[in-house]
């Protein structure tokens, strides 16, 4: 099994500031996901990353994929408290197959 | 706005009773996915369907949990006898192409 860490396992901070968390992994991806989940609901596909280096930006989140295809971060900015959820980072292959998840960052933005 | 449902969203029951979840994926949707989750483990995948064939179930223990979908809007996820182990969220998700659309998860409780 090709694990996944993430970094940090917990993180609160208070609104309007920046942070970033990390998923990271010794083997290649093909491609990467990232998801937020809220108490009580299913994680939510945020984006895709495909290519080493790539960079997605959606609304204040910003995520990059590492060079090598190994590692990628999300990048929150000025955070706000309807920002608070576990964030999971999920390897997938090619087509529509079972994801590989990390443990998750739980994120608490306090008003 | 399509979604996957899931029923019961809780279930608390006693050791050795049976437990059956059910899914219904967006339609049109042919891969069907049930994942658990767990404070220690995080997510997890333990059975995938493609066009209602079973593709990979290496994740379920296999004298207690079945799968099966009888039909291309129904999934089932049975368990029994259930364990105090077995107390998780179960999470449905459906795909098409390279996403999955997570259902809202069963909290599973077994005393």
């Known amino acids: 099994t090709q694990l996944l860490e993430q970094s940090p396992q917990f993180l609160s901070i208070q609104e309007g500031e920046n942070l970033t968390v990390y998923c990271n992994s010794s083997?290649?991806?093909?491609?990467l996901q990232w998801y937020r989940q809220e108490p009580g609901e299913g994680p939510v596909l945020l984006v895709t990353v495909v290519t080493g280096g790539e960079v997605k930006k959606l609304k204040r989140l910003t995520f990059q994929f590492g060079d090598a295809r190994k590692d990628s971060s999300l990048h929150i900015t000025a955070a706000q408290p309807g920002d608070t959820g576990l964030y999971l980072c999920a390897r997938t292959n090619s087509g529509n197959t079972p994801l590989v998840f990390g443990k998750g960052t739980r994120l608490s933005v306090i008003a | 706005d399509a979604r996957v449902t899931q029923t019961p969203r809780d279930k608390v029951t006693e050791m050795g009773q049976e437990v059956t979840m059910r899914c219904q994926p967006i339609l049109g949707h042919n891969t069907v996915f049930w994942y658990r989750q767990t404070m220690m483990q995080g997510l997890e995948l333990l059975a995938y369907f493609r066009n209602r064939a079973p593709l990979d179930d290496s994740g379920m223990p296999k004298d207690r949990f079945s799968a099966e979908m009888p039909d291309a809007t129904l999934a089932t996820l049975k368990i029994q006898p259930s364990e105090p182990r077995d107390s998780a969220v179960y999470f449905c998700a459906s795909g098409l192409g390279n996403t999955q659309y997570f259902g809202p998860g069963t909290r599973l409780t077994v005393l």
């Open positions: 083997s290649v991806f093909s491609s």
